[in-house]
């Protein structure tokens, strides 16, 4: 997550997807100005467009975001859904840093 200035001097909030890929380290980022499971969802077929190879298993967090809706949206591209595991931080290193 990070502030943006707008026009008008007004700060934005906007929070970042990021997918990078564990062999091959390709990335697809995007941002958005809310957490919601339809940006889950559009991130995910942003990032199915983006990857120059068919995507086996995407893993993430535990947020709202990454709930049923987005769940069910990755398992209909046929596409495995794995949650990273509570209290597991380096699990997710790659995109942190």
């Known amino acids: 997550?990070?502030?943006?200035?707008?026009?008008?001097?007004?700060?934005?909030?906007?929070?970042?997807?990021?997918?990078i890929d564990d062999a091959t380290r390709v990335r697809s980022l995007k941002t958005y100005e809310r957490h919601t499971q339809a940006n889950a969802?559009?991130?995910v077929d942003y990032m199915i467009g983006t990857f120059p190879f068919?995507?086996?298993?995407?893993?993430?967090?535990n947020g709202y975001e990454f709930q049923v809706k987005s769940h069910w949206h990755v398992d209909d591209k046929g596409t495995r859904h794995a949650y990273i595991k509570?209290?597991?931080?380096?699990l997710g290193g790659k995109v942190d840093r």
């Open 86 to 90: 509570l209290s597991s931080p380096q």
């Open 41 to 43: 969802v559009d991130f």
């Open 1 to 19: 997550m990070s502030d943006i200035i707008r026009k008008g001097g007004k700060k934005a909030r906007r929070f970042q997807c990021t997918a």
């Open 54 to 61: 068919r995507i086996s298993e995407i893993r993430t967090e």
